[in-house]
């Protein structure tokens, strides 16, 4: 069985999205895959109540508990490690998950590791992207499913979704017409990979 482990931060909409196309799509029978657990770095993330119903297993690490570490960074990575290799993943999946992870995390999964970013990379790596998209008078802005490699927000790109920009727009509304997006190109982009 390919195990797949989604990690998150918040509601965990794009993970409900894989969920519930997994299930609908029977990615068990179809590819010998299936989410074998949802981990989040803060415990009040939304998005394990879902996982929680649809019977996956969940796990909190919260990264606030390295912060007296040496090295909070490697401390945290090195825990989130152990805990997504008890699952011995095929793919290891980063939605909405807003943790910079470090060179040695992200070489440690080289060629299983993919995040979606609410962007059309290579524009607007980081944070706020929708109202830097807005402010820079974009016309258009959209999501990008992506290898993760060791510089943020950039990677092999595996799909993009382009959405207009509207001229009434705000940062909430366009981020409202991507993620309906992002819905759609992460659960195919994960299917491509399995
Ligand atoms: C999504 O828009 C995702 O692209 C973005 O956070 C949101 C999470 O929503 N990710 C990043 O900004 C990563 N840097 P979700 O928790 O409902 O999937």
Not at 38 to 53: C, H, M, P, R, Y
Not at 120 to 134: C, D, E, K, S, V
Request: aromatic share 6%.
């Amino acid at each position: 069985m390919k195990n797949i482990v989604i990690l998150i931060s918040g509601s965990g909409s794009n993970m409900a999205a894989i969920v519930r196309t997994a299930e609908e799509q029977n990615w068990a029978q179809r590819y010998n895959a299936r989410i074998s657990t949802v981990i989040s770095n803060k415990a009040d993330a939304e998005g394990l109540t879902f996982a929680k119903q649809h019977g996956i297993a969940t796990s909190v690490i919260d990264h606030k508990a390295f912060a007296s570490a040496p090295q909070p960074r490697e401390a945290f990575d090195a825990a989130l490690m152990t805990e997504i290799d008890k699952h011995q993943p095929h793919l290891v999946v980063l939605a909405g998950f807003m943790r910079i992870l470090t060179p040695g995390f992200v070489a440690h999964y080289e060629g299983r590791l993919v995040n979606i970013h609410p962007s059309l990379l290579p524009a607007f790596a980081g944070l706020n992207t929708h109202q830097r998209a807005i402010d820079a008078g974009c016309k258009f802005a959209g999501a990008t499913v992506h290898r993760v490699t060791a510089e943020l927000d950039h990677g092999p790109i595996l799909a993009q979704a382009v959405v207009p920009v509207l001229p009434d727009d705000t940062a909430d509304t366009l981020a409202a017409r991507v993620l309906t997006q992002e819905h759609l190109i992460y659960p195919k982009a994960v299917a491509e990979l399995l």
